[in-house]
Structures are given as C-alpha cells and as structure tokens.
C-alpha cells in the first residue's frame, strides 16, 4: 500500500495526484503573497519546534495547501492544529465562485493519520472544529466522535481513529481508482472550511494540555476512550475534569470552587 492521494482539478474534474512533505521555508513565504493566506505560519504558536508543518503540492510543484500537525507528549494521538487552501481554492480570500481544487480537506485529514502511524500513535487524530457546521461534518461523513475539552462553549473537539480512520484513509487511497465528483459528501469540506475560514480552530495550550490529561486518564484505567462505553466515557472525563481543576489549582495557587466528582 502506497500512499499517493488524489484531488480534483475543479475545472476538468480530473483527478490528479498531489505530493506532501514538509513545507520549505519558500513554502511559508509564498503565503505573505497577494493575496495572502488568512492564517500567519510564522506566528510563534506554529513556529513552536514541536510543530511539523506540511505542503501538499501538484506534479508541477503549485503550493494547493498548508498544514500542521503536534504529536502529544505521550504520543498517544497527533494534533492537527491548522490547515489551509491556498487562495486559488478559497474563496473567501479570491472571491471566486469556483475554487481551483477540491477534495483537499480529506487529504490532509488522511495524512494526519499517516503522520500518526509514522510516529508511533497507532493512527489516532485529534482536532477542534471551527464551526458547528464543519463539526456535524466531521461527524456524519467522517465518522469522528466528540471528545471532552475544558469549555463546553469552545470549539467542538473530535477524534478519528480504529475503523472510522481506516476508513477515510481507505477511502482517500481509492481516488485514483475510481470516476471522482466534485460532489462527493467528502469534498463538502472544502466548501464549508472557506465559509468558516478555514477547516480547524486552533487549541490552545491549555486545550493541548487537557487532552493528554484525558488519555492518560484512559490509559490509568486501561480504557480505550474512542470506543469506550458512555459510562466509561463519562468516569474518565469526570476524572479528568477534577483533576485538571486541582492541578490549575496548584499552579496558581487560587483557590477554585471544585465541584466534587460524581455529584449532581
């Protein structure tokens, strides 16, 4: 099994095979162009060494889109913090009615769980929507399922792993394959990301920091948490939660007003 995923070029609908690989300095650059890219890859959070950041590119070497990915500490899942079309195949930058490319969205998905594999964390993706649209996307095409996060008013997290990133993954690697449409429910994604202005919000440290917390919690009581019962769901992230308070605690050294763990 080789990995050589495909998108569409929009204006013949023919499938082509993109390249991605760690984005050069040139890469970044280029997004200081006109018109320039909506997010500042240069800012020190995705400047962060722990941060890869990723171009996918066309057979000629044309830049179609940017990405970044954070292995957690533990290696026990990849962040996918930031991703983004280049203004040919967004709108919301060009104003155009039609983008350049489709289907880019679910490639940097499927590489995110390649990037799991290749480092150790089994295939496992984690990533916050920055819509409620794009996160019922994410859940009724994709298949990821919600996970806990600090705020129940943030962004919504999801995670993608066992079957359901078998599946995507599976999906991506047949492209080439088959007859693809622009209006395959998987491209979807493009179109919903440049309303939103962009496909994922991005987590701060403390969200980063709260998800490891989650999964070391899972890994105490030897819970898989993506296919966890909801009883299991729910002990770990009332674990969680109470744990996190005290801890936040103990590094301000400001008293919190903690509900206790199981109470009404």
């Keep these: 099994m080789i990995f050589v995923p495909h998108i569409i070029r929009c204006a013949d609908?023919?499938?082509?095979p993109v390249d991605i690989s760690s984005a050069s300095a040139d890469d970044i650059a280029a997004t200081h162009g006109s018109p320039s890219w909506q997010t500042d890859l240069d800012s020190p959070y995705l400047s962060n060494p722990d941060v890869s950041k990723y171009a996918m590119k066309a057979p000629?070497?044309?830049?179609?889109a940017l990405a970044a990915y954070k292995i957690s500490g533990r290696k026990t899942y990849v962040y996918i913090l930031y991703a983004e079309s280049a203004p040919h195949s967004n709108a919301t930058i060009t104003g155009k009615v039609e983008r350049k490319y489709s289907g880019i969205g679910a490639v940097l998905l499927a590489?995110?769980?390649?990037?799991?594999i290749d480092n150790g964390c089994?295939?496992?993706?984690?990533?916050?929507?920055k819509t409620d649209e794009l996160a019922r996307?994410?859940?009724?095409?994709?298949g990821a399922k919600r996970i806990s996060s600090i705020s129940s008013g943030g962004p919504k997290r999801f995670m993608l792993a066992d079957e359901d990133a078998w599946l995507l993954f599976q999906n991506i690697l047949r492209r080439r394959l088959k007859n693809m449409k622009q209006n395959d429910p998987t491209y979807v994604i493009d179109e919903l990301a440049e309303r939103a202005g962009g496909y994922f919000a991005m987590p701060t440290q403390d969200d980063i920091a709260y998800t490891d917390l989650?999964?070391?919690?899972?890994?105490?009581?030897?819970?898989?948490?993506?296919?966890?019962?909801?009883?299991?769901?729910?002990?770990?992230?009332e674990v969680t939660r109470v744990t996190w308070a005290k801890?936040?605690?103990?590094?301000?050294?400001?008293?919190?007003?903690?509900?206790?763990a199981f109470s009404a």
Excluded at 13 to 16: A, D, G, P
Excluded at 60 to 64: F, R, V
Excluded at 111 to 116: L, P, Q
């Design 60 to 64: 000629n070497g044309e830049l179609i």
């Design 13 to 16: 609908n023919i499938s082509i």
């Design 247 to 260: 801890e936040q605690e103990t590094l301000t050294g400001v008293k919190q007003d903690i509900p206790p």
């Design 111 to 116: 590489f995110g769980i390649k990037y799991s």
């Design 122 to 129: 089994r295939g496992d993706i984690v990533f916050d929507a």
């Design 137 to 142: 996307h994410y859940a009724e095409v994709f």
């Design 214 to 237: 989650l999964f070391d919690v899972c890994r105490q009581f030897g819970i898989h948490y993506y296919s966890a019962t909801p009883k299991e769901k729910a002990f770990v992230e």
